[in-house]
């Protein structure tokens, strides 16, 4: 607010500095207004997010209490740009109970058909792949992250996807903006609408996706 009123910066408005001037509401309301500016309406935390420092972050930054709801007694009052402009480091770690169900599901295969997977040596092609992409097509994938939502398991039953490469491309799409292109992704996935590309150029980075923009690599290929 300010900078309006400061003659000769780029935000200056005359009409502010008469009115600010003339009305005293309008300066009773500026003035406030200013006192406010910069104050943190709230404090909130990054469920997942762990500051990592080589002392105390009291050397660093002023910290505050947790609230009994927080998962931390101990809060960083700086917001992240600022942590990582003076030398901290913010790590995530996410915790998903998707990948206990993995180990688990590992781990019973291996005791009753003396198979050993790992994330290395799934099978994305043969019978058991074909029975994945079965399931998976059925929508009966209740419990299966990423795509248990009644939305999600529609697309899955129109799609049947046939590839690992499918999936991907499902779960990238099915978010707001790429979503209205999937009706047509099936289409020409199923030969039903020809592929079309706005220049012959495209057709090496869009093929796979069938013409359509899915992937922020595509885009970064794009203008490259």
């Not at 008469?18 to 500026?30: F, G, H, I, R, S």
């Not at 770690?93 to 688990?104: A, H, I, K, P, Y």
């Not at 049947?160 to 099936?186: C, D, N, Q, W």
């Amino acid at each position: 607010i300010q900078d309006c009123l400061t003659e000769g910066h780029e935000f200056y408005s005359q009409e502010l500095v008469d009115l600010y001037a003339k009305e005293a509401w309008v300066k009773t309301l500026l003035d406030t207004a200013m006192q406010l500016e910069g104050v943190a309406r709230n404090a909130g935390i990054h469920a997942a997010a762990v500051i990592v420092a080589d002392r105390e972050l009291t050397h660093y930054t002023p910290i505050m209490r947790g609230s009994k709801s927080t998962v931390t007694s101990t809060i960083a009052q700086y917001e992240f740009p600022i942590l990582e402009s003076i030398g901290l480091l913010k790590v995530d770690f996410l915790g998903l109970s998707t990948l206990s169900v993995m180990r688990e599901a590992g781990r019973l295969i291996k005791e009753r058909h003396g198979i050993e997977y790992t994330l290395e040596n799934i099978p994305y092609e043969g019978e058991v792949a074909e029975d994945a992409f079965t399931l998976l097509s059925s929508g009966e994938v209740s419990g299966v992250f990423q795509v248990e939502s009644q939305g999600m398991r529609r697309v899955l039953t129109e799609m049947k996807p046939s590839t690992f490469e499918h999936i991907v491309a499902m779960i990238s799409l099915y978010r707001p903006g790429p979503l209205e292109y999937i009706p047509a992704f099936i289409r020409r996935m199923h030969g039903e609408e020809p592929v079309e590309y706005k220049h012959p150029l495209l057709a090496k980075i869009l093929e796979e996706t069938y013409g359509i923009i899915v992937y922020q690599e595509q885009i970064i290929q794009l203008l490259s």
